[in-house]
């Protein structure tokens, strides 16, 4: 699970799931890039990593800013050999009062951003010999839940194109997988969680009897990360107490 000499970085890695992988990775000696919003607590959370940490403030749902912080993670680091993407973004309006530019602003964020990062980064970590992309779907990816219409469909996709860029570059040494959470109280998923009708219920339906935590995530992303995982690639790995068996 050794992470030295290697550079992980995380979109959405300001809060939540991203944070927690973010400390996790460090914590195995990974040098990490924090691409976040700029209203984000991005900065505290680098700093608290220290100089082996850099954020990266960009919207992603915006090509032209990921990539300036693309270009501000590879000056400081050289290279990318670890690619989380954790930003997620989901507007929650019934389906049938989805925007044509809210239904665009989802997708951008949740799928189209991977996308161009798996581009920026997959051929060379091909050329390399060694990578790993780790993508965060969600249980919409496989189900339906009410006002989520847009986000599903994005998740989904992104299931898909985990399959796609494994199928691209696995045999060149970099694996490709996805991780599933169950429900986890996050800043994206506020308007459920501060809901306690609704989030006892989610709990209930949890084989292990309680919703997820961002801590429940770390040791799945640091195998998914690490040398550990060289024979698994194009895989979901569902880290949800059991939430998807029920």
């Known amino acids: 699970m050794n992470l030295e000499d290697k550079v992980a970085l995380i979109t ?93 602003q989802t997708i951008a964020v949740n799928l189209t951003a991977p996308f161009l990062l798996g581009q920026r980064f997959g051929a060379r970590m091909a050329a390399r010999g060694w990578g790993r992309i780790i993508n965060v779907t969600s249980q919409q990816s496989h189900r339906a839940f009410g006002h989520s219409g847009g986000y599903g469909a994005a998740k989904a996709g992104l299931a898909a194109l985990t399959r796609s860029q494994s199928e691209a570059w696995a045999r060149h040494g970099v694996c490709c997988n996805a991780i599933c959470p169950g429900f986890v109280a996050t800043p994206l998923t506020a308007p459920v969680a501060s809901d306690p009708e609704r989030s006892a219920a989610l709990a209930a339906r949890t084989m292990i009897g309680r919703n997820g935590e961002p801590g429940d995530f770390e040791g799945a992303a640091v195998f998914l990360a690490s040398p550990a995982s060289a024979y698994v690639t194009g895989q979901t790995l569902f880290v949800d107490g059991g939430f998807s068996a029920t």
Do not use: M, Y
């Open 12 to 104: 959405g890695g300001s809060s939540g799931l991203g944070e927690a992988t973010a400390r996790e990775l460090a914590s195995h000696g990974a040098k990490i890039g924090v691409v976040d919003l700029p209203s984000s607590p991005g900065q505290k959370v680098v700093q608290s990593l220290g100089p082996n940490a850099l954020f990266a403030a960009a919207d992603v749902a915006s090509a032209t800013e990921v990539e300036k912080a693309l270009a501000a993670t590879v000056r400081k680091f050289g290279t990318v050999h670890i690619l989380v993407n954790c930003a997620g973004l989901n507007l929650r309006p019934p389906l049938e009062e989805l925007t044509t530019a809210g239904w665009d």
